[in-house]
């Protein structure tokens, strides 16, 4: 069964940093391609990155590029979303999801961690 | 932003159909495959339809889907309480490298 578990979320200062974290289970982690999506309170759902399961191909939503950065650890089975220079627009559940398909034109999120929440704030 | 327009709510009385729509355009919807999610208060999206109208299995047959140039559609038969949640479509967008979400349909059973 897969497992998606996120991690690190909390309460930081407009301007601050913060790494989430996401650990899977349940399946070969190397060969899937993952990706966060986000949502605002009382809002819809956001993309906001992806990576290739090498690591080597990463893509970046506009309104977080160069602040955020996606990395992962396939010897730990751990996915990573450095989030710099936030904002409070930034304040969202953080979900990581794994993609199935046969490319990035038709990958699909299969399986979703239950989130975590980020809050910017003074 | 959202770049996949749906209408902000829908609603049907139990055992009724309710459609769904989802405009896009041909960076995405019109050159790539969409999905739909279902996501009920308080929990992560869960996926109810991929490669435009295939259901992943353990999914009702209630719930299907369709596609046509730049739109797509998720209709939900013989609705039931049960399917009041928020659906939303998504695809990947060639123009922006990235993977777009629906604005988002709030579906009430009466």
């Known amino acids: 069964e897969v497992q998606l578990l996120e991690s690190g979320g909390g309460l930081v200062q407009p301007g601050g940093s913060l790494r989430i974290s996401c650990a899977a289970s349940g399946f070969t982690f190397r060969t899937y391609a993952m990706s966060w999506v986000r949502q605002a309170p009382g809002k819809g759902l956001e993309w906001v990155s992806a990576i290739s399961g090498s690591g080597r191909t990463t893509y970046y939503a506009d309104s977080v590029k160069g602040r955020f950065t996606v990395s992962r650890d396939n010897s730990e089975n751990t996915l990573y979303l450095q989030v710099n220079s936030l904002r409070a627009e930034d304040t969202a559940i953080y979900y990581c999801?794994?993609?199935?398909?046969?490319?990035?034109?038709?990958?699909?999120?299969?399986?979703w961690g239950q989130g975590a929440l980020v809050t910017v704030s003074s | 932003q959202s770049v996949l327009t749906q209408p902000p709510s829908a609603s049907g009385t139990p055992g009724q159909r309710v459609t769904i729509s989802c405009s896009g355009s041909s960076s995405n919807i019109g050159s790539n495959t969409v999905m739909w999610y279902q996501q009920l208060p308080g929990t992560a999206p869960k996926l109810l339809i991929y490669?435009?109208?295939q259901r992943p299995s353990g999914v009702p047959d209630r719930f299907s889907a369709s596609k046509s140039d730049t739109s797509a559609s998720l209709a939900i038969s013989g609705l039931q309480s049960e399917d009041e949640a928020d659906y939303y479509c998504?695809?990947?967008?060639?123009?922006?490298?990235?993977?777009?979400f629906g604005t988002g349909t709030e579906v009430t059973v009466l």
């Open positions: 490669s435009n109208d």
């Open positions: 998504a695809a990947w967008d060639g123009s922006l490298s990235a993977h777009v």
């Open positions: 999801a794994k993609y199935r398909g046969p490319h990035w034109d038709q990958y699909y999120f299969d399986s």
